[in-house]
């Protein structure tokens, strides 16, 4: 995908304020775990143009995307509020405390594989509704992440069956990103490519460069269009590495070498973007050192607003396991709180 | 305090000598593998990150380099695959011993378990044993993400053809994962993520018994019965309550399936009175059927009905409300007292 044109300056400087932003807010996260802020977090260093380039494609008003507990850059693209996101790493609530209805951002999903299939159910939903049209031109379309190891689960390969099967408008977003905790994609995927897999599905693919932002935002323009048009699914490989542990509890050095994480860093998904505005605009210093300083403001506001971010009251527990609570919960509710003395 | 309490009450091994060491339960559990891969040939070790990696816990630590990756490998990742494997391979005269790597993953291989592993040996009327150990990392307190801190034992002891233990402190997990993997029934091993990094004594030499309960503390007044994590805090509590005077017997039922009723029978015949604590949700959580158990045995002696002390009927919460759900100290002692005010109307 090289001969991907360059987009125009305006889009070229907003995807790169956002890999910035991504990327510091993703730095201070492992900092904030090692500070005691957060238990722990998930990041994404080195999958910001593949987060970034897809998650700027969607249509919030009508697309709808189901994450992994990886796509921070996602939901940062999506505009979604950092700090309700992260909520998720204070341990505050498992699906973080943003409203997925409104954001079109399904909850965080710790699951490998977990949200997969429901991607392709709400685009049936949307090819029913699309019967009697409501939505206007072209369809919502469902993107769903998951990385090389999520392609193992049986469920993948049912929601890709079902999908093509029903031409369900579903675009398939694969984080290839080398490893699966401390496995690596050759040891999960025979062949190495995942999609290699789609055809088998009668499906189309794409495999796009993870690691360049612009070659990303086609691909997923391409198959949110493809998808949109009543054309059914379509998957998207995107090519990437990460850069970090699999978690702030993981331990890289016990199943890669150095070597290969400093190979990696040679394809900088942040530079190369840095690169290119320069190349094409004549980009000087001056922007790149304010979108820093942008970008390390957001930080230290979403560090702000999760350090005063209080824990949710025990009460929430029971709340939300029906819409029609129960009789007993009722009474354990109130057990608890006799016991546990928050009367 | 936790790890204290839990040393002053492990039983007492000093004096027997030369096989006493201080271990983790996930060293414990490490040596247990190793010893197991060494005893029969036929062994297997395989999951998610168990190789290289020795298992995001290590608890699979060093075993591949030292036994070579035909005896423990890596999978792909897919639960419903290594679940579903494990009965092919037991049924070409292996012995597996797959890891979930958390107890939510088991959920997506329950299908297999459930509908093969618990069903090949009654299905084949013998002649196909599913000499498989599956273990898993259970139960919660450790501020983990959504599906890292549940408790399945109720599910799985409900399944025909499934036998379910969980080992308590290092010296039970060290004898009872030996013991589950010579078994040629499936036991689902349920490990209390919680202790994996308590020391403890263990006595590789002598095991004891490893069938059934066993009475983690003697006591008069109360008996609490417990397993997995919970028993070190029944432990916790049995100390706070002798300084009210109050006697608490720890009954660490350890098996979940078969349950030791004449051990359950035994303790409550002579504390007339039971408080099953468990980090599960309380409906149809295993202290129902424990609840039931007693009551058919000790119905006559019985002075209160049973008291269950359990996680809630939601799903196990973030980090941060962790400690409303799971048994705390304050709620085992009001169960102690519900017991032991009851009066008969
Ligand atoms: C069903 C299930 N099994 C196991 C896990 C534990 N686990 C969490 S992430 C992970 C690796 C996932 O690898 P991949 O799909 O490549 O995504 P990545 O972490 O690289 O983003 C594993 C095994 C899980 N969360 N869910
Ligand atoms: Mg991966």
Same mark, same amino acid.
């Given at each position: 995908?090289?001969?991907?044109?360059?987009?125009?300056?305006?889009?070229?400087?907003?995807?790169?304020?956002?890999?910035?932003?991504?990327?510091?807010?993703?730095?201070?996260?492992?900092?904030?775990?090692?500070?005691?802020?957060?238990?722990?977090?998930?990041?994404?260093?080195?999958?910001?143009?593949?987060?970034?380039?897809?998650?700027?494609?969607?249509?919030?008003?009508?697309?709808?995307?189901?994450?992994?507990?990886?796509?921070?850059?996602?939901?940062?693209?999506?505009?979604?509020?950092?700090?309700?996101?992260?909520?998720?790493?204070?341990?505050?609530?498992?699906?973080?405390?943003?409203?997925?209805?409104?954001?079109?951002?399904?909850?965080?999903?710790?699951?490998?594989?977990?949200?997969?299939?429901?991607?392709?159910?709400?685009?049936?939903?949307?090819?029913?509704?699309?019967?009697?049209?409501?939505?206007?031109?072209?369809?919502?379309?469902?993107?769903?992440?998951?990385?090389?190891?999520?392609?193992?689960?049986?469920?993948?390969?049912?929601?890709?069956?079902?999908?093509?099967?029903?031409?369900?408008?579903?675009?398939?977003?694969?984080?290839?990103? *080398?490893?699966?905790?401390?496995?690596?994609?050759?040891?999960?995927?025979?062949?190495?490519?995942?999609?290699?897999?789609?055809?088998?599905?009668?499906?189309?693919?794409?495999?796009?460069?993870?690691?360049?932002?612009?070659?990303?935002?086609?691909?997923?323009?391409?198959?949110?269009?493809?998808?949109?048009?009543?054309?059914?699914?379509?998957?998207?490989?995107?090519?990437?590495?990460?850069?970090?542990?699999?978690?702030?509890?993981?331990?890289?050095?016990?199943?890669?070498?150095?070597?290969? &994480?400093?190979?990696?860093?040679?394809?900088?998904?942040?530079?190369?973007?840095?690169?290119?505005?320069?190349?094409?605009?004549?980009? *000087?210093?001056?922007?790149?050192?304010?979108?820093?300083?942008?970008?390390?403001?957001?930080? &230290?506001?979403?560090?702000?607003?999760?350090?005063?971010?209080?824990?949710?009251?025990?009460?929430?527990?029971?709340?939300?396991?029906?819409?029609?609570?129960?009789?007993?919960?009722?009474?354990? &509710?109130?057990?608890?709180?006799?016991?546990?003395?928050?009367? | 305090?936790?790890?204290?309490?839990?040393?002053?009450?492990?039983?007492?091994?000093?004096?027997? @000598?030369?096989?006493?060491?201080?271990?983790?339960?996930?060293?414990?559990?490490?040596?247990?593998?190793?010893?197991?891969?060494?005893?029969?040939?036929?062994?297997?070790?395989?999951?998610?990150?168990?190789?290289?990696?020795?298992?995001?816990?290590?608890?699979?630590?060093?075993?591949?380099?030292?036994?070579?990756?035909?005896?423990?490998?890596?999978?792909?990742?897919?639960?419903? @695959?290594?679940?579903?494997?494990?009965? @092919?391979?037991?049924? $070409?005269?292996?012995?597996?011993?797959?890891?979930?790597?958390?107890?939510?993953? $088991?959920?997506p291989a329950v299908n297999q378990i459930v509908c093969q592993i618990g069903r090949m040996n009654y299905r084949s009327r013998g002649t196909?044993?599913?000499?498989?150990?599956?273990?898993?990392?259970?139960?919660?307190?450790?501020?983990?993400?959504?599906?890292?801190?549940?408790?399945?034992?109720?599910?799985?002891?409900?399944?025909?053809?499934? !036998?379910?233990?969980?080992?308590?402190?290092?010296?039970?997990?060290?004898?009872?994962?030996?013991?589950?993997?010579?078994?040629?029934?499936?036991?689902?091993?349920?490990?209390? !993520? $919680?202790?994996?990094?308590?020391?403890?004594?263990?006595?590789?030499?002598?095991?004891?018994?490893?069938?059934?309960?066993?009475?983690?503390?003697?006591?008069?007044?109360?008996?609490?019965?417990?397993?997995?994590?919970?028993?070190?805090?029944?432990?916790?509590?049995?100390?706070?309550?002798?300084?009210?005077?109050?006697?608490?017997?720890?009954?660490?039922?350890?098996?979940?399936?078969?349950?030791?009723?004449?051990?359950?029978?035994?303790?409550?015949?002579?504390?007339?009175?039971?408080?099953?604590?468990?980090?599960?949700?309380?409906?149809?959580?295993?202290?129902?059927?424990?609840?039931?158990?007693?009551?058919?045995?000790?119905?006559?002696?019985?002075?209160?009905?049973?008291?269950?002390?359990?996680?809630?009927?939601?799903?196990?919460?973030? @980090?941060?409300?962790?400690?409303?759900?799971?048994?705390?100290?304050?709620?085992?002692?009001?169960?102690?007292?519900?017991?032991?005010?009851?009066?008969?109307?």
């Amino acid at each position: 995908m090289n001969s991907t044109p360059t987009p125009p300056q305006e889009e070229l400087t907003k995807l790169y304020e956002l890999l910035v932003r991504v990327r510091q807010l993703d730095i201070a996260a492992v900092r904030w775990q090692r500070q005691g802020i957060i238990p722990g977090y998930a990041p994404l260093l080195g999958q910001e143009a593949a987060q970034v380039g897809s998650g700027y494609a969607v249509d919030t008003a009508r697309d709808f995307v189901f994450p992994t507990y990886r796509e921070m850059g996602v939901a940062r693209a999506m505009n979604v509020d950092m700090v309700q996101y992260m909520a998720t790493h204070k341990a505050t609530w498992h699906g973080g405390l943003y409203d997925p209805a409104a954001t079109h951002l399904a909850p965080i999903q710790a699951v490998v594989a977990g949200s997969v299939l429901h991607a392709v159910g709400w685009a049936h939903g949307q090819t029913l509704a699309q019967h009697e049209p409501v939505h206007g031109a072209g369809t919502g379309v469902a993107l769903t992440y998951f990385g090389d190891g999520a392609s193992s689960q049986g469920d993948v390969h049912e929601a890709m069956n079902f999908a093509a099967v029903m031409k369900a408008p579903v675009v398939f977003f694969v984080q290839n990103n *080398g490893w699966a905790i401390s496995v690596p994609t050759a040891a999960q995927v025979a062949g190495g490519a995942v999609a290699a897999r789609a055809a088998g599905y009668g499906m189309p693919s794409l495999a796009v460069d993870g690691n360049d932002v612009v070659s990303v935002l086609a691909a997923t323009r391409q198959a949110i269009g493809h998808c949109r048009a009543g054309n059914g699914p379509m998957l998207i490989e995107a090519t990437t590495y990460r850069l970090g542990p699999h978690s702030t509890s993981d331990d890289p050095g016990r199943y890669r070498s150095l070597a290969d &994480e400093q190979a990696a860093r040679s394809l900088d998904p942040v530079q190369r973007c840095a690169d290119l505005l320069r190349t094409a605009y004549g980009t *000087g210093d001056d922007y790149f050192e304010s979108v820093f300083a942008d970008a390390e403001a957001e930080a &230290e506001r979403v560090r702000e607003g999760l350090e005063s971010l209080a824990p949710r009251p025990g009460a929430d527990m029971f709340r939300y396991v029906f819409q029609e609570t129960t009789p007993a919960l009722q009474h354990q &509710e109130t057990t608890w709180r006799e016991e546990s003395e928050h009367v | 305090m936790s790890e204290q309490t839990a040393e002053i009450t492990a039983p007492d091994l000093a004096g027997t @000598g030369s096989h006493l060491e201080h271990l983790s339960m996930q060293q414990a559990l490490n040596r247990a593998l190793a010893e197991s891969l060494e005893e029969n040939a036929k062994t297997l070790i395989f999951g998610e990150d168990v190789g290289q990696l020795g298992g995001v816990f290590r608890i699979t630590d060093g075993l591949q380099q030292r036994f070579g990756a035909d005896r423990v490998f890596d999978t792909p990742l897919a639960e419903s @695959g290594i679940l579903g494997m494990s009965v @092919g391979l037991a049924m $070409a005269g292996f012995h597996p011993i797959p890891e979930v790597q958390f107890d939510g993953f $088991a959920y997506p291989a329950v299908n297999q378990i459930v509908c093969q592993i618990g069903r090949m040996n009654y299905r084949s009327r013998g002649t196909l044993p599913m000499p498989i150990t599956l273990r898993v990392p259970s139960f919660g307190g450790i501020r983990a993400p959504e599906h890292h801190g549940e408790s399945l034992e109720s599910l799985f002891a409900h399944v025909p053809g499934l !036998k379910v233990v969980s080992p308590a402190d290092p010296h039970q997990a060290y004898h009872l994962l030996k013991h589950a993997i010579r078994r040629p029934d499936p036991v689902i091993f349920m490990e209390p !993520k $919680a202790r994996y990094w308590q020391k403890g004594p263990v006595d590789t030499a002598d095991g004891g018994t490893l069938e059934g309960a066993r009475v983690a503390r003697p006591g008069r007044h109360v008996t609490l019965i417990a397993w997995g994590a919970m028993v070190a805090r029944c432990l916790q509590v049995a100390e706070l309550a002798a300084e009210d005077g109050i006697d608490v017997e720890v009954l660490d039922l350890r098996w979940l399936k078969p349950i030791d009723t004449a051990a359950l029978a035994a303790s409550v015949t002579r504390t007339r009175r039971a408080v099953v604590v468990h980090e599960a949700p309380r409906t149809s959580g295993l202290g129902a059927e424990i609840a039931a158990l007693v009551t058919e045995e000790c119905f006559n002696v019985l002075k209160a009905p049973v008291e269950r002390v359990t996680g809630f009927d939601v799903p196990y919460p973030s @980090g941060d409300l962790e400690d409303e759900y799971v048994p705390n100290i304050d709620r085992i002692l009001f169960g102690i007292q519900r017991v032991l005010e009851h009066r008969r109307g």
